[in-house]
């Protein structure tokens, strides 16, 4: 009788409503997509950064356009 009783209740424990299943799967969702929605934000600030300092970066350009300076003839070499 009590083997019965105990094979009757333990498929029981071991079911898993629909409800339940729904519920954790909207909170994953949930959850991915606000991970998501926050890796969205943070490229979009870093390509506006990344343009903003793609602006700054003229001065350097021009500086390698320059011609080139002779700078040995101050220095005193074996001469």
Request: proline letters at 3%; hydrophobic letters at 45%; charged letters at 25%.
């Amino acid at each position: 009788m009590l083997l019965n009783y105990k094979s009757l209740t333990l498929p029981c424990i071991l079911l898993i409503n629909q409800i339940d299943v729904v519920t954790v799967l909207i909170i994953v969702v949930v959850i991915f997509s606000f991970l998501l929605i926050l890796g969205v934000r943070k490229s979009y600030l870093l390509k506006k950064e990344n343009e903003r300092l793609n602006s700054m970066n003229t001065t350097i350009e021009d500086e390698n356009e320059k011609p080139y300076k002779d700078f040995t003839d101050g220095h005193m070499y074996g001469k």
